[in-house]
Every structure is written in C-alpha cells, then in structure tokens.
C-alpha cells in the first residue's frame, strides 16, 4: 500500500475524525483554517482518493459527500505489512518493531493476538 501524500493524508484525517461524510467544501473551510488551499485543488484530490477507492460518495443536492471506504486504523495496519514486508526476515523485523513499543501497546498487541486466536478457534 502506497503511503497517502501530504493533502490526501489531511483530507483523510479530517474525513477520519469527523466520521461523517462531509462535502469538498466543508474540507476546504477546515483546512483554510490552518492553511490556503484551493477550492479546486482539495475537489481534485478528493476525486483521485475516490478513484483509488479510498473514498465512496454520493449525491447530496448539487455537491458529492465523501465518505471513507477504510479507517485510519485499517490504514496504518496495512503501511505495518509494508513495512514487515520490506524486510527478508520478518520474525527479526517484528522484534525490532515490539522492542520499541511501550508497555500499553505490548500490552494491546497481547490483547490482539488473544482475540485473533479466539476467532480461529471459533
């Protein structure tokens, strides 16, 4: 999976967070909160994160609401499989990858791996 860009990452979050379909205009507005942007750069985004499938829409009116097709945390499971995918020995890589975590999320990825194997069981 390739990493989003800089803008589809911004109107993903805001898509994300919101957890709402929302319209390019209503992006354009939060963004410009913070930063300039263009009307007609946000609506050019916008459609090149639905052709990638990342976004489903439908027609509200005159104007497409935008809904995400996958979460954020879908999303940053599949950049982890890239990464462990970079690597020629995935076991090592994984052990590098939990040597950095934290007690909470050592703690959450035991949690995980007990509910993953529940469902096998299942």
């Given at each position: ?17 919101w957890n709402?379909?929302?319209t390019v ?79 909470d999320e ?17």
């Open positions: 999976m390739r990493r989003l860009g800089d803008l589809e990452a911004e109107i993903m979050d805001r898509l994300w967070t709402r379909p929302a205009r209503e992006v354009v507005d939060d963004i410009n909160k913070t930063r300039p942007v263009a009307y007609t750069t946000v609506m050019t985004v916008t459609t090149i994160l639905h052709s990638k499938g990342w976004l489903v829409r439908s027609k509200q009116g005159r104007a497409w609401l935008y809904t995400p097709v996958r979460s954020r945390e879908a999303y940053a499971a599949a950049l982890m499989e890239d990464g462990l995918g970079a690597s020629q020995d995935r076991p090592a890589a994984l052990f590098h990858f939990v040597e950095n975590m934290s007690e050592v703690a959450a990825l035991r949690e995980a791996l007990r509910n993953v194997g529940r469902r096998d069981e299942s």
